[in-house]
């Protein structure tokens, strides 16, 4: 009943930005955390940024500096604002929400940055 859907993905060249939105939709009372994983080819899937309802945040130490995430709580939207892209971030990035103890995936948006 509850659905993550991933938009904002693209091919761009690096050094330039993205941004990515998940928007939840369903049946939602509140969504403790969300994040943004991602998973490149012949990788495993990997956490890059995470917020809590409160607005606490925590990156992979490649996304600091060059990646925010952030979060609007009355649209049940998570972003991830990406600069300075490398082509080392080329993956399927994921959106993750816990929802009332329950763990939601979206299906991926791709983003591909060529040199």
Do not use: H
Not at 19 to 45: D, E, H, T
Not at 46 to 65: M, N, P
Not at 97 to 111: E, F
């Amino acid at each position: 009943q509850v659905q993550l859907v991933e938009s904002g993905g693209g091919l761009v060249q690096a050094g330039e930005s993205l941004r990515l939105s998940c928007a939840a939709s369903g049946s939602i009372f509140s969504i403790n955390v969300m994040g943004w994983y991602r998973q490149a080819p012949g990788k495993q899937r990997e956490l890059v940024a995470s917020i809590t309802r409160g607005g606490s945040t925590d990156y992979r130490d490649s996304a600091k500096s060059r990646f925010t995430i952030s979060r609007d709580n009355a649209k049940n939207t998570v972003y991830l604002q990406m600069n300075s892209l490398k082509p080392e971030d080329t993956a399927v990035y994921y959106c993750n929400a816990w929802i009332y103890n329950m763990n939601y995936w979206g299906k991926g948006t791709r983003v591909t940055v060529s040199s």
